[in-house]
């Protein structure tokens, strides 16, 4: 089952895409967790990557394109994965779905993780000052957020015809967040 948790920074797509991989026992592949680990070990991509991320905005889907496919690729994912931070971007959306397409799959589920904005910058800050990510800072919070909208707030539309779409509010404890999902989910 392949499953794409969808949702503004700060929205806990990483804090729940890692209870429902634990739960379905099936990988969750996160581009921005990938990323930060190319950065420290500055390889090429990392390297590259580097400034776009600080700067809250998304890496360029030339960079991106081919770690996605390659990452769908592994024989891990072969069944079903968790999707976390990607697709981002319309053509990030379109390889997704020609990939899956190619071998028999689709997106199963799309969870879209509601949750507003004032909160969001909230919990970003908070997290700043327990991890030090570096791009963390107020500036580049908001940034980020207004990627979100302008590029990643359109795919709810590539994907609302297709039926799968949920909606799923963001606030409450972590486990009630969970228990939405489940029931969206239907496992
Ligand atoms: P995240 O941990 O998902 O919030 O990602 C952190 C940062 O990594 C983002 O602000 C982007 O700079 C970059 N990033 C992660 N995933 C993608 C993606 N699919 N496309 C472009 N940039 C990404």
């Known amino acids: 089952m392949f499953i794409l948790i969808l949702g503004a920074p700060g929205s806990g797509k990483g804090t729940q895409g890692k209870r429902l991989a634990e739960r379905l026992g099936i990988p969750k592949i996160a581009t921005g967790d990938i990323l930060r680990a190319a950065v420290r070990a500055d390889t090429a991509l990392g390297r590259q990557a580097k400034r776009f991320m600080d700067a809250g905005n998304l890496v360029p889907d030339h960079l991106i394109l081919d770690l996605i496919k390659a990452e769908l690729a592994t024989p891990a994912a072969s ?7 990607f697709p981002r971007t319309a053509a990030q959306a379109e390889l997704v779905d020609r990939l899956l397409a190619d071998r028999g799959q689709r997106l ?10 004032e909160e969001l910058v909230r919990r970003m800050l908070a997290r700043a000052r327990l991890e030090g990510r570096s791009d963390d800072t107020e500036e580049a919070v908001r940034n980020r957020l207004a990627v979100y909208q302008r590029d990643t707030a359109p795919l709810v539309a590539h994907y609302a015809p297709r039926g799968n779409l949920h909606r799923v509010p963001g606030t409450g404890t972590i486990d009630e967040i969970a228990e939405e999902i489940r029931r969206a989910v239907g496992r």
């Open 79 to 85: 069944a079903g994965a968790i999707l976390d931070g």
């Open 108 to 117: 199963n589920h799309v969870l879209l993780l509601d949750v507003d904005e």
